[in-house]
């Protein structure tokens, strides 16, 4: 069972250029997110999709683009990349719940992107 | 803005001693989980605790919640050099149809052999 799948695992840019980080689940959830870890600042939620079809942004949706592709697949896009966006990205999904947040979401192992 | 802030930021401790990590939090929640991340990989859930419970125990791990305070204890018995990891807490809103987790910003646990 792969669970959540992102790749590239590693990824170098140069400012200006732009990149999609691809996520795919293979556990049927209906949510998904994208997330960004920066050292001392803990998951900032990029953008997150409750569903297939539909897309809603989290705390810092500025520079990013996200496409629900189908219920599996869910890409990040940086479409001018920036040194400030230098971060490691993690995708994440979850099930449906009693409550919309009570299910742990389930992490890929991130790509770490460098911008320089 | 981040929701929960873990205490201490970082802990190191002595292998067969136990590890208490500390979260608190600033509004009302619906649910409060823990997660493990080991490094360079992405994070695990370890355990969910609802708003209307006070204890929960799975395995090594047990956490409490205290709504009246807006803070979670998470404890880890009988540490191993294998839980050396950054622990985090996530809060779940109480709103009705929030998708959304809201991450601290973690605890450093080093267990020496």
């Known amino acids: 069972n792969a669970g959540v799948t992102q790749t590239p695992k590693f990824q170098v840019l140069k400012t200006g250029q732009s990149m999609t980080l691809q996520c795919a689940q293979d556990m049927n959830h209906n949510s998904m997110y994208w997330y960004r870890q920066d050292p001392g600042m803990g998951l900032r939620l990029i953008y997150y999709s409750a569903s297939e079809g539909t897309t809603d942004k989290g705390e810092v949706p500025n520079g990013y683009n996200v496409s629900r592709l189908n219920k599996r697949e869910f890409s990040l896009r940086l479409e001018s990349a920036a040194p400030s966006q230098t971060s490691v990205y993690f995708c994440a999904s979850r099930n449906e719940g009693r409550t919309k947040s009570d299910q742990p979401q389930h992490f890929g192992d991130g790509t770490r992107l460098s911008i320089l | 803005s981040q929701q929960g802030e873990e205490d201490p930021q970082a802990l190191s401790i002595q292998e067969g001693e136990n590890a208490t990590m500390n979260c608190s939090y600033k509004?009302?929640?619906?649910?409060l989980q823990w997660y493990r991340q080991n490094s360079g990989r992405g994070l695990v859930h370890l355990i969910l605790i609802r708003s209307n419970e006070r204890e929960k125990h799975s395995g090594r791990l047990r956490v409490t919640l205290d709504t009246s305070k807006k803070s979670s204890s998470l404890l880890i018995t009988a540490s191993r050099a294998a839980d050396t990891a950054s622990y985090f807490c996530?809060?779940?809103?109480?709103?009705?149809?929030?998708?959304?987790?809201?991450f601290g910003k973690g605890t450093k646990l080093t267990v020496n052999p």
């Open positions: 509004t009302s929640i619906n649910n």
């Open positions: 996530a809060t779940g809103s109480p709103q009705g149809g929030s998708e959304k987790l809201v």
